[in-house]
C-alpha cells in the first residue's frame, strides 16, 4: 500500500524558515518524481515544485521561485521542500503527492494527507 | 497562463447522477485528471486521461472530454461522494493547471 506522509509543518512569523518532510513507502520511490501541492484556506489547489526521481531537475512555482527548495534522499524515500522568506499567502496545508507519467500524461496518483503551514505574527 | 474553469457547486440527489464540468480552451486537445477532496483526508485520484478509472475507484465514477469542456460524471450519487472535485491537466508549454475546484452536495 502506498503511503505518504507529511511533517514538520506549523507556526512561523513572516520572513522565516520551515522544512516540511513526505516519507514515502509501498513503492519504489528511487523511481518517481515527487510534487507538492498546497491549498490555502478557503482556495484551490496549487502546484508548487516538483523533483525528478533521482533529483537531478527541479522545478518551481513563480510564486516559490528563489524561496522554496525541493529536494530528495533515495536513501531514505523522503522528499524536502525548504520554505524561506515565508509570507502570510504562504499559508496553507502543503501536500506531497506521486506523480505518474503515462508517457503523454502527467498527474498525482497518490497523495498524503497533508501539512499545515501557518505565517503569522 | 491557461486557465481551467469549473462550477463552484453541483448538487444532485441520492441516485441521481452528477455531471461535473471543466473548461479550457482547446481542452479536448490535452488529459484532463480529476481529484476529489474530503476534509482532513488525501486527496484522490477519481479518473485520469480523460476517462480511466485507478484500481479502487467504483466504476460510478466516469469521465468525457471534448472540445473545450471535460466532464467528471458520477452516476447513482451516494452520501460518501459528496467532497471537493478538482481537474488538472499538465503539458510542457502551461505547466501544472488546476481546476478551480466544485463542492458536490449530496442533496
Known amino acids: 500500500e502506498v503511503q505518504l506522509l507529511e511533517s514538520g509543518g506549523g507556526l512561523v512569523q513572516p520572513g522565516g524558515s520551515l522544512r516540511l518532510s513526505c516519507a514515502a513507502s509501498?513503492?519504489?520511490?528511487?523511481?518517481?518524481?515527487m510534487s507538492w501541492v498546497r491549498q490555502a484556506p478557503g482556495k484551490g489547489l496549487e502546484w508548487v515544485s516538483a523533483i525528478t526521481s533521482n533529483g537531478g531537475s527541479t522545478y518551481y512555482a513563480d510564486s516559490v521561485k528563489g524561496r522554496f527548495t525541493i529536494s530528495r534522499d533515495n536513501s531514505k524515500n523522503t522528499v524536502y521542500l525548504q520554505m524561506n522568506s515565508l509570507r502570510a499567502e504562504d499559508t496553507a496545508v502543503y501536500y506531497c503527492a506521486k506523480e505518474r507519467w503515462t508517457g503523454t500524461a502527467l498527474f498525482l496518483d497518490y497523495w498524503g494527507r497533508g501539512a499545515l503551514v501557518t505565517v503569522s505574527s | 497562463s491557461y486557465v481551467l474553469t469549473q462550477p463552484p457547486s453541483v448538487s444532485a440527489a441520492p441516485g441521481q447522477t452528477a455531471r461535473i464540468t471543466c473548461g479550457g480552451d482547446n481542452l479536448g486537445s490535452k488529459s484532463v485528471h480529476w481529484y476529489h477532496l474530503k476534509p482532513g483526508q488525501a486527496p484522490v485520484l477519481v479518473v485520469y486521461e480523460d476517462r480511466d478509472r485507478p484500481s479502487g475507484i467504483p466504476e460510478r465514477f466516469s469521465g468525457s472530454n471534448s472540445g473545450n469542456t471535460a466532464t467528471l460524471i458520477i452516476s447513482r450519487v451516494e452520501a460518501g461522494d459528496e467532497a471537493d472535485y478538482y481537474c488538472q491537466v499538465w503539458d510542457n508549454s502551461i505547466g501544472w493547471v488546476f481546476g478551480g475546484g466544485t463542492k458536490l452536495t449530496v442533496l
Open positions: 509501498g513503492f519504489t520511490f528511487s523511481n518517481y518524481a
